[in-house]
């Protein structure tokens, strides 16, 4: 009898099971958010220079009551004009340009060394947001930046909990991290709301998104790990779209919370209830055996028969039964392999360069698209709602793909079809806005496509003995991705066309790496290296190995004459 055939005479997919994953995936609701909290949190408003004849203190959207001729006429006269005919952002006339009152006068004859930079400070538009951290830092012109740079060091901070966390969630259990995590995400989260600098606010970012890795490495564990083999494929559709929901329902968020210092707020504070309550789960009982631990893991097996209502069964539970039904699992975790394995061998080096760049291509273009919000047009609450919405078929459309057409045409199809949305872009007109919106919309879908085939897909294609290891790197390339993507919007200050040149060319380039990888719709899980070099994964070499069977037959009904 094996551990899942256990799980099951314990209940399976029982009562436990129900209250566990449901008090597992509510936190995911809000966890998401903080990976897209910077584009209403850093939101850009319309802005321009301070006026200097109205002071240093006034701004024109307050409550002050102005004629709307003469505030218009005080802009004319005060602030430059762009190459778009729109009051320029960054600088303003040394002295007001009277003479433009005059009907038949325009800007078009000032000169650079008529304006200046905006000393006084900037005046915003705050009908939207009342406050973000551009406002409140200035982090505009020479500053503007930092908003990317501030975005890079929080997925920096993912990709660190990811390292740190998954291996702390080994020495400790993933229950201990999980509940830290959940607490960090807490902690942090506040601070980050109560921020006096920007160099404290990406600090406590930085933790934030540290956090974040932790809970969802560890969550997605306790999941899997105690839910019977037939359901996991459900599970990880609850996890998922747990998250998908969370995005759908954060513009209300944002929305009910203009300031940016309540929105982190809002977001950050339930984690202490779930800080609470996760000292209810139970600690995998997978884990606790292979850490030599087996007395706690009995203890916590039969707690799950009690809630399941199979005392009876949890009763006979001995320390002996368990390890008896977990000796191919010791006998994994008991051999050595590293990083090193992913590259020794031929073949899983193929798997592992070419899964690799689809997992960085998919989160460099992902988060390319969804940090980039305002650009399309429309209402940014809108837009999330939409970004999130899509998700929901798109999702299903990849589990369709998967079950009936294969996982590697699957994920080739799902990355290409969104590099060439993001390519498409480039040449739509800006004001054919609903065009390029669905264009994005179209791309985003096709990212979630792929990361859903990748969880999958990657863990299909490693053996037993390094499929934790493969998917390390695959989740480490990915952070590198979302790390990356903010630095490449940058240059789309100085080559408007340059970032989703980038990000389109790195998806197809991908999708075509993916081509190369084998096929693993109904074929058996290898467990060892020596599986997959065999060749068992590809179509052809399972042929070939098939063959190999038959022949080893043969010579062993072969005479000893050497005829047939």
């Known amino acids: 009898m094996t551990f899942a055939e256990l799980l099951d005479r314990l209940g399976g997919t029982g009562r436990f099971q129900v209250i566990h994953v449901t008090l597992l995936v509510i936190p995911l609701l809000l966890t998401s958010t903080h990976n897209l909290l910077q584009n209403f949190s850093a939101a850009i408003p319309e802005h321009h220079c301070q006026i200097r004849l109205l002071g240093n203190n006034t701004h024109l959207h307050t409550n002050r009551t102005l004629d709307p001729t003469t505030e218009e006429d005080l802009l004319w006269i ?15 006339f040394v002295t007001p340009q009277w003479h433009l009152l005059h009907a038949n006068v325009t800007h078009a004859n000032w000169t650079q060394a008529d304006t200046e930079p905006c000393h006084d400070g900037w005046i915003y538009d705050r009908s939207i947001f009342a406050n973000t951290i551009i406002m409140e830092w200035d982090l505009v012109c020479n500053l503007r930046t930092r908003r990317q740079m501030a975005q890079s060091i929080y997925m920096g901070g993912v990709l660190a909990g990811a390292l740190a966390f998954g291996r702390l969630a080994d020495r400790f259990g993933r229950k201990s991290v999980l509940s830290w995590s959940y607490l960090q995400m807490a902690v942090a989260g506040l601070c980050t709301a109560f921020s006096p600098t920007f160099v404290a606010y990406c600090v406590f970012r930085f933790l934030v998104g540290m956090a974040y890795s932790g809970i969802i490495l560890n969550c997605m564990s306790l999941v899997l790990e105690w839910v019977p083999t037939k359901v996991r494929t459900v599970a990880g559709t609850v ?22 210092r309540w929105l982190q707020f809002a977001a950050s504070l339930p984690f202490f209830a779930f800080f609470l309550y996760s000292w209810w789960f139970s600690e ?142 480039i040449f739509v007109p800006n004001d054919l806005r609903t065009l390029r919106t669905s264009l994005a919309v179209l791309g985003k879908g096709c990212l979630a496509s792929s990361f859903n085939c990748l969880y999958l897909y990657t863990g299909e294609l490693y053996p037993t003995v390094i499929r934790q290891t493969g998917m390390g790197l695959g989740s480490t390339l990915a952070r590198v991705g979302g790390i990356v993507a903010p630095m490449v919007r940058i240059t789309g200050e100085y080559f408007p066309y340059l970032p989703p040149i980038i990000y389109g060319t790195a998806t197809i380039l991908s999708g075509i790496a993916a081509i190369f990888l084998p096929e693993t719709r109904n074929v058996p899980l290898p467990d060892t290296i020596e599986d997959v070099e065999s060749g068992r994964m590809p179509e052809q070499c399972i042929v070939k190995g098939q063959e190999n069977v038959l022949l080893r037959k043969v010579s062993q009904e072969e005479p000893q004459d050497g005829r047939l």
């Open 284 to 425: 995998s009982a997978r884990w606790l055996v292979l850490s030599g631990k087996s007395e706690k893991a009995v203890e916590v097996l039969k707690r799950v028969a009690r809630i399941n209502g199979k005392k009876e069964e949890g009763e006979k539970l001995t320390t002996e039964v368990l390890k008896s039904n977990m000796q191919k699992e010791m006998a994994l975790a008991n051999s050595s392999y590293s990083f090193v394995s992913l590259a020794r061998t031929p073949t899983v080096r193929r798997i592992s360069f070419c899964i690799s760049s689809v997992w960085f291509a998919t989160s460099f273009s992902y988060y390319g698209l969804v940090m980039d919000l305002q650009n399309f047009g429309f209402s940014i609450y809108l837009i999330q709602v939409a970004f999130g919405s899509i998700d929901i078929p798109a999702k299903l459309i990849a589990a369709i793909g998967m079950n009936y057409i294969g996982r590697r045409t699957t994920q080739a199809l799902s990355v290409i079809l969104a590099g060439l949305a993001i390519l498409a872009n």
């Open 78 to 92: 005060s602030i430059p004009q762009d190459q778009a005919g729109k009051l320029d952002k960054c600088r303003r």
């Open 239 to 260: 996890v998922s779209y747990s998250a998908t929901m969370g995005q759908i329902i954060f513009p209300g968020l944002a929305y009910a919370f203009p300031d940016w």
